[in-house]
């Protein structure tokens, strides 16, 4: 189970870092996602972590400006996002997969999105 949050409201230039609480005790071997989703688009891939964390992929539209990283201990996985655009406006959505490697598609577990909006 996934448990996301850490949305809200800034303005541009600013930042946000959202969080990703993970139940079970096997989080380690999972790889961990991000995607966003804006309002009549589709949702897309934003950063993945590898399970122990030594490999790090991000779209190229925010390669960057935001940063993955996680907490094995803490059963967390976070999205420090910075430089933040009226265009990166979405809901957020962690996901995991049962695979310690990164793959920008084919995750098995989602969380509930937590929604970022960017005014100008």
């Known amino acids: 189970q996934l448990q996301a949050s850490g949305g809200g409201l800034v303005q541009a230039g600013g930042s946000l870092r959202l969080s990703c609480a993970a139940s079970?005790?096997?989080?380690?071997?999972?790889?961990m996602g991000w995607f966003r989703q804006a309002p009549g688009k589709e949702r897309e891939f934003v950063a993945g972590?590898?399970?122990?964390?030594?490999?790090?992929y991000y779209a190229d539209s925010v390669k960057g400006r935001f940063t993955i990283s996680r907490d094995n201990a803490k059963n967390t996985v976070y999205l420090q996002m910075n430089s933040l655009k009226p265009e990166d406006t979405a809901n957020y959505y962690c996901?995991?997969?049962?695979?310690?490697?990164?793959?920008?598609?084919?995750?098995?577990?989602w969380g509930q999105g937590t929604l970022v909006t960017v005014s100008s």
């Open positions: 972590i590898s399970g122990r964390a030594d490999f790090t």
């Open positions: 079970g005790r096997t989080f380690s071997t999972y790889a």
């Open positions: 996901a995991g997969r049962t695979f310690a490697t990164v793959s920008t598609t084919q995750y098995d577990y």
